[in-house]
């Protein structure tokens, strides 16, 4: 079995040492970078790019060979000559402090602002032919070359500089360099300055070179690079300029390797060197001397090298567009092939014990062991211990496997017991090694030991477990937050009581022995498909999955902070399986290779704030062109705002903070670049939006956009007054004439209830005339001429009562039935003893009437029976009869429309008020003819004046009241028979209704007129 491993040994221990080697400081020039490429697919004019620049909000300026382009981190956006431009062909690009993009074409010049293309008139000024460069002074001021001449321009005013001793046909040149008042000019032969009054030349080279540039770098020297070598501007003693040839090996790789296109020396001192046909090459600072280079983008034609203000750097290529290679993939190194891949294998399958000696997983021909490499040499091989999935330190000098059999404790003297049996059968040695190595007979996939608290936590399919250092076996059941969760790595701090784990899909997890916390993407991480978690020294948490890398500061706490690297920041790939960090490095396995980085590029702030775009603006769903400002009428009041971050370093985890002045001062913190304004009423609203990078760092200025919506006409002041007046005045005049009608109603009502009370005296002296009066005295009279005294007296005495009730009655407006009735039965039984028992009289009344609660209008019923005892049966002889019946009928249904609203405090309504009464008068007297019939009421003036008076009642009381009293005079011989009926149908009161118009109320009018009759002096 030992000589069946030792091919392996001895392959494992060279990869062993490489890893050493690895685990070493990182070099930069073992990485092979990750460039990120965007072509016409993404938005790209051209696949060709001449020239690269960037403005104050951070955005890329892109000249290509079918117009400009603008790139925002999102979007591309391209502008031709449809636009504005003089050509689509953009050879050169500058942007000055105001955000004006200075272009230059094959014959024209100038900048864009604004959406539109200010031209300069350089051939005003006498240029002729193409311009050949442009460059800004310290002032802003561009100097444009050309043949002969240079020309400089002052927004679009430009002055003309002809060179001494050259002539229009000479060689163009190029400027190089702009040194305070010095301007460097390159040549194809030679360098001159000029320093505004004469040119001087400064360098000649011995051939003729097809390339010339003057680049400076970090440290202030100054190089002529050209095809046949690199020169170094240096003075002498005398205080002259000269150039001395420098770099040789680089000049040497200048000249015999490639054919060098653009040139370019970074912050840091490292040489970028574009070839037409070879790519892009890399000279680090240390290796110029040396002339070492690693190639890059193979094949690659490129044009131009250019380095944003976050060091993040852009390579323009023909005819394969354009390539960002950022900082941190810059910093990030990426090693491919097989044996990184084979080391890559052993990252959680080896450990190093606390006495030094290396143990190993290893899997060869379907069987699996564990080998053990002692310091001096020695190793020893444990077989049957299953696939380990992880190796960890374990107690004392002894390590733990996790494995397919389950968890296993090895350490060297258990190995060499088991080694010993080498020579047995194989299940006598599995038998053996399950015997006396294995503390958990289940598949243990990942795992954790507490080297101060003892405890050993790991993970199988049944769950968590926990290992006490006596042996004890804890399992954690799942609660609700780690419920079908598979657990992919476990970690923590010694003794510190916390233990994290990560998940399959479920995210993170922390547990403090008294709870279960669960992290997800709502924390900001990039992925819940977690692989592995470690904690770093200063206790910050790092997760790797299937979206790269996170580290996590603050955690547990009220703001934690999440930093994240991704594919797209220079990982080989972005699916992650396994990793560690080791001396300040983070190493991390993948399926194309292994990807090692610094742990603090992670977190690294970037040098400039994030920039903010408006993307598109939709007033009432209808897109728009993006302005600063819109005026919009009344129903434009719907808007969406959409806007990005311009940051091409942790661009995924900008917030967006805006407010709307005109709406809410305070500001709002969005994920997602939207803002939705619905129903804005008119008003100036002022939208205002920052970007916030997960440093803390946030947009320069806000982004401001301005929404003045007008109102309609009605919604305008003028109007709002001119309105506001007239609804006053209609208001005004409305309540006037309320009042007034009020008022008129309460004076015509005054008059009504005067006339009524008017009426009731005239009633109360009709009823008493003297008629009537007369035959009762008469009557009295005969009484007492016969000696009969007490007919005499009782006639007396009902007399008496009748004129009592009289006067009772016509204190109210209406009175019990039965106090009518009391009062007509004495009048009857009065006319019945005046007439000798000659009158017959009777008076019913229906079963169902309650005469104690049921009203009639007083003085009422009286009179139509006097005009049937004066009218009727006075010309009848003898056998006169009066019939008077009282009983219910419903009211018609107008009648009941015109009855009053039921007062809501009134207790109980009374329960016949959707009834009538009926009163039937019926005489057997001489009768009446059609004339008479039409007119009953109306008898003889000085014979019926009761009845006409009783007439004016009916017609006051109809007028003051909302129920209605009516009458239906009818002559019997129509039936064939004597006599005359009168049917009264009068509505039922309610109680208060027959206050209504109390006299004895103390502002009565008539109330009042009694109080001041009886006052001394008075007279009525």
Not at 636 to 655: G, I, W, Y
Not at 894 to 912: F, H
Request: glycine share 8%; proline share 4%.
């Amino acid at each position: 079995m030992f000589r069946a491993y030792f091919d392996f040994r001895l392959v494992f221990g060279v990869l062993l040492g490489a890893a050493m080697a690895l685990l070493g400081p990182v070099q930069l020039q073992a990485q092979t970078f990750r460039f990120e490429r965007f072509s016409v697919n993404d938005g790209l004019a051209s696949s060709t790019v001449f020239d690269i620049a960037q403005d104050g909000n951070g955005v890329i300026w892109v000249a290509t060979e079918l117009g400009l382009c603008r790139f925002n981190g999102s979007r591309f956006q391209s502008f031709g000559v449809l636009d504005g431009l003089p050509g689509n062909a953009i050879y050169e690009l500058d942007i000055d402090s105001r955000d004006r993009v200075w272009l230059s074409t094959f014959s024209h010049a100038g900048y864009w602002h604004d959406r539109r293309f200010h031209r300069v008139p350089l051939e005003a000024a006498g240029l002729d032919g193409r311009v050949s460069s442009m460059v800004p002074d310290q002032q802003e001021h561009y100097w444009f070359s050309g043949s002969g001449a240079i020309w400089r321009a002052q927004d679009t005013v430009v002055e003309m500089f002809r060179l001494d001793g050259e002539n229009e046909n000479q060689r163009m040149r190029s400027i190089g360099l702009i040194q305070g008042d010095s301007i460097w000019m390159l040549s194809g032969d030679h360098v001159d300055r000029w320093d505004g009054k004469r040119l001087e030349r400064m360098f000649e080279t011995p051939a003729y070179m097809s390339r010339v540039w003057m680049l400076q770098d970090p440290q202030g020297l100054d190089y002529l690079v050209t095809s046949i070598g690199i020169w170094q501007r240096s003075r002498t003693a005398t205080g002259r300029d000269t150039f001395v040839q420098t770099l040789p090996e680089l000049s040497r790789f200048l000249t015999d390797s490639v054919r060098a296109s653009t040139v370019f020396i970074d912050p840091e001192g490292h040489w970028w060197i574009g070839t037409f046909d070879a790519g892009l090459w890399y000279v680090a600072a240390e290796d110029l001397e040396t002339g070492k280079a690693r190639q890059y983008l193979e094949e690659a034609s490129v044009q131009v090298v250019f380095q944003d203000r976050d060091d993040n750097l852009w390579i323009g290529t023909q005819s394969r567009g354009l390539y960002l290679l950022s900082y941190r993939a810059r910093r990030v190194g990426n090693l491919r092939g097989n044996p990184p891949e084979r080391l890559a294998e052993a990252f959680r399958k080896s450990v190093r014990g606390a006495d030094g000696i290396y143990w190993v997983g290893r899997q060869k021909r379907r069987l699996s062991c564990v080998v053990g490499l002692h310091p001096n040499g020695d190793s020893v091989v444990v077989p049957s211990v299953g696939r380990i999935f992880e190796a960890s330190r374990g107690p004392g000098n002894s390590v733990l496997l996790g494995t397919t059999k389950g968890l296993f404790q090895v350490d060297w003297e258990s190995a060499q017991r088991i080694g010993a049996m080498e020579g047995q059968h194989r299940n006598v040695v599995a038998a053996a090694v399950l015997e006396q190595l294995a503390v958990f007979p289940v598949p243990t996939r990942t795992l954790w030991h507490d080297s101060l608290s003892g405890e050993t936590w790991f993970y199988s399919m049944s769950g968590m477990h926990r290992l006490w250092p006596d042996g004890r076996l804890d399992t954690l059941r799942a609660n609700a937050p780690a419920r079908n969760m598979l657990v992919s790595d476990i970690t923590g701090v010694a003794g510190g009581g916390r233990v994290w784990w990560s998940s399959y899909g479920r995210g993170l997890f922390l547990y403090d022995g008294d709870s279960l916390q669960r992290f997800g993407l709502e924390l900001g991480l990039n992925s819940t498909s977690l692989i592995g978690v470690w904690l770093d020294k200063r206790g910050a948490v790092w997760t790797i999955g299937s979206n790269g890398v996170n580290r996590i500061e603050g955690l547990p706490g009220p703001s934690p902070k999440v930093y994240s690297l991704y594919e797209d920041d220079g990982l080989v790939m972005g699916e992650v399986r396994d990793g560690f960090l080791q001396d300040d490095t983070v190493w991390l396995r993948t399926n194309a290779g292994l990807t090692y980085f610094p742990a603090d590029l992670i977190d690294r702030q970037p040098l400039s704030e994030p920039g903010i775009e408006m993307d598109r603006i939709l007033i009432s769903d209808r897109d728009t062109t993006i302005l600063p400002e819109y005026v919009l009428n009344y129903r434009q009041n719907d808007l969406e705002l959409a806007f990005s971050a311009v940051a091409f370093t942790d661009s995924r985890q900008v917030r967006y903070h805006y407010r709307v002045l005109g709406l809410d001062d305070e500001w709002q913190v969005s994920a997602f670049g939207e803002i939705r304004l619905s129903k804005l009423s008119p008003g100036t609203y002022t939208v205002e939006v920052l970007a916030m990078d997960v440093y803390g760092m946030q947009s320069r200025q806000p982004l401001r956009t301005v929404f003045r919506i007008r109102p309609a006409w009605w919604q305008r002041p003028i109007a709002q007054a001119g309105g506001g007046l007239f609804l006053l005045l209609m208001t005004g005049g409305v309540v006037n004439a309320v009042a007034r009608r009020r008022a008129r109603q309460r004076e015509d009502r005054l008059i009504l209830e005067k006339q009524l009370a008017e009426t009731e005296q005239k009633a109360l002296r009709a009823q008493m005339n003297p008629h009537f009066i007369y035959n009762v005295l008469n009557s009295i009279q005969q009484f007492v001429l016969r000696n009969d005294t007490e007919a005499a007296l009782d006639y007396l005495a009902e007399f008496g009562d009748l004129i009592r009730r009289s006067f009772e009655n016509s204190k109210r407006m209406a009175i019990p039935l039965k106090d009518e009735i009391d009062f007509l039965r004495t009048y009857l039984m009065l006319e019945k003893m005046r007439f000798d028992e000659e009158l017959d009289y009777q008076i019913d009344v229906e079963g169902s009437i309650d005469i104690h609660k049921t009203f009639v209008p007083s003085l009422l019923i009286q009179p139509f029976v006097e005009n049937s005892v004066r009218h009727g049966l006075r010309h009848r002889d003898g056998g006169g009869r009066i019939e008077v019946a009282f009983y219910m009928e419903p009211l018609p249904a107008e009648a009941q429309e015109a009855l009053p609203r039921r007062n809501p405090t009134q207790a109980k309504p009374n329960r016949y008020k959707r009834f009538c009464l009926v009163c039937r008068i019926e005489d057997n007297g001489v009768g009446i003819d059609e004339d008479v019939a039409r007119r009953a009421w109306m008898a003889e003036e000085h014979r019926a004046t009761g009845m006409a008076i009783t007439r004016n009642r009916l017609e006051l009381f109809n007028r003051v009241s909302a129920v209605r009293v009516g009458m239906e005079v009818t002559n019997l011989q129509q039936e064939g028979r004597m006599g005359t009926r009168v049917v009264l149908t009068i509505p039922i009161l309610e109680e208060e209704q027959t206050r209504a118009t109390d006299a004895n109320k103390p502002d009565h009018p008539l109330g009042d007129r009694r109080r001041r009759a009886q006052e001394p002096g008075f007279s009525s």
